[in-house]
């Protein structure tokens, strides 16, 4: 039996054009291929999340209840980097609202304005979308101690 030998079936089943059989063109240059990519809203609002919080200054993101649900979140290890981001994404754009706690001493507005640029150029660069407006929503104001009581009940134990 020869090598290159097809069975009368295989022989009998007509060729669909196929995606991965196309002739190449400009061999040895940089290929272009075709196709979509298409963003989902929570890579974007991951992006940006990320992005704020490397922030100075920046406590948390989200409103009071998103912090307790993050909390518990963190504590079973499945943090949600989106938490305190909405975003609007279209094909070439995309908007931002992202609530954050700044943390006590830190000027408010240099924050927010740090925030803006930090979350648009993040978008800009990894995702490659026009970012239209970033929205920041200071919901609180973090004073260190608030919420490190655990020293303080082990000295009222004692």
């Not at 075709?34 to 922030?55: C, L, M, P, Q």
């Not at 920046?58 to 518990?72: E, M, N």
């Not at 929503?137 to 973090?142: F, P």
């Amino acid at each position: 039996m020869a090598d290159n030998a097809t069975t009368p079936a295989a022989q009998n089943v007509p060729q669909a054009a196929s995606r991965v059989n196309r002739p190449l063109s400009g061999r040895g240059q940089e290929a272009h291929a075709a196709g979509s990519t298409h963003i989902a809203d929570g890579v974007v609002g991951k992006v940006a999340g990320i992005a704020a919080r490397e922030v100075t200054g920046v406590y948390a993101l989200g409103g009071g209840g998103a912090r307790a649900l993050g909390a518990i979140r963190d504590a079973i290890n499945a943090t949600d980097l989106t938490q305190g981001v909405k975003v609007e994404v279209g094909e070439t754009q995309a908007a931002v609202d992202i609530t954050i706690v700044v943390e006590y001493g830190a000027q408010i507005q240099d924050v927010a304005e740090q925030v803006r640029s930090r979350v648009a150029g993040a978008i800009s660069h990894l995702v490659g979308l026009e970012v239209v407006e970033v929205n920041v929503d200071v919901n609180d104001v973090h004073i260190p101690g608030d919420d490190d009581n655990d020293d303080d009940d082990e000295k009222r134990v004692r």
